[in-house]
T-cell receptor, first 108, second 118 residues
Framework: LAKTTQPISMDSYEGQEVNITCSHN???????ITWYQQFPSQGPRFIIQ???TKVTNEVASLFIPADRKSSTLSLPRVSLSDTAVYYC?????????FGAGTRLTVKP | EAGVAQSPRYKIIEKRQSVAFWCNPI?????LYWYQQILGQGPKLLIQ????????DSQLPKDRFSAERLKGVDSTLKIQPAKLEDSAVYLC????????????????FGAGSRLTVL
């Protein structure tokens, strides 16, 4: 499993775009990049998954450069309800281990 | 579709007592996971089942923790005897993934069972 590094915490304001970067220098050929979101008192929830270039869904975008050694989760126009912990997982799907995540706080 | 069901949602016990948590995964999901999440930390994988077989239990404290998935559907996680440091949220997750495949894998989590050991 490729080791990941994320910022411990980030602050933002309502209406701003938030970009959370995850470093994974040892990513392997078969590895996918998956992001989860966790609110207090809930289990993590799948946000987005990608292998290369750019993936977009109704919630977020995921940008992956050509070397795939990092990835960026982009949350457009955040609201207070986006305050949560965001986890980046990198692997081939066989080892689903979470890191400490990034605690995002959105302020009014 | 129905989500991952867990019970109980909350449990308070004294140290050295035993406790059991139950999980019912999404119908048809072959893989089931149990995680332990201590306050302020990311979820820690305890055990992973593929149908009713154990795939990975390397981080399960086997002297006090046990888990089973007898019919390849529901699962139970037991702690006996409990210690103060077992206070945490126990999360169950499931996925469609089959062991022989590789690539994308998406987990669906339950709401968790919060354990307090006094």
């Amino acid at each position: 499993l490729a080791k990941t590094t994320q910022p411990i915490s980030m602050d933002s304001y309502e209406g701003q775009e938030v970009n959370i970067t995850c470093s994974h220098n040892n990513i392997a050929t078969n590895d996918y990049i998956t992001w989860y979101q966790q609110f207090p008192s809930q289990g993590p929830r799948f946000i987005i998954q990608g292998y290369k270039t750019k993936v977009t869904n109704e919630v977020a975008s995921l940008f992956i450069p050509a070397d795939r050694k990092s990835s960026t989760l982009s949350l457009p126009r955040v609201s207070l309800s986006d305050t949560a912990v965001y986890y980046c997982l990198v692997g081939d799907g066989n080892d689903m281990r979470f890191g400490a995540g990034t605690r995002l706080t959105v302020k009014p | 579709e129905a989500g991952v069901a867990q019970s109980p949602r909350y449990k308070i016990i004294e140290k050295r007592q035993s406790v059991a948590f139950w999980c019912n995964p999404i119908s048809g999901h072959a893989t089931l996971y149990w995680y332990q999440q201590i306050l302020g930390q990311g979820p820690k994988l305890l055990i992973q089942f593929q149908n009713n077989g154990v795939v990975d239990d390397s981080q399960l404290p086997k002297d006090r923790f046990s888990a089973e998935r007898l019919k390849g559907v529901d699962s139970t996680l037991k702690i006996q005897p409990a210690k103060l440091e077992d206070s945490a949220v126990y999360l169950c997750a499931s996925s469609l993934r089959r062991k022989s495949s590789s690539g994308a894998n998406v987990l669906t989590f339950g709401a968790g069972s919060r354990l307090t050991v006094l």
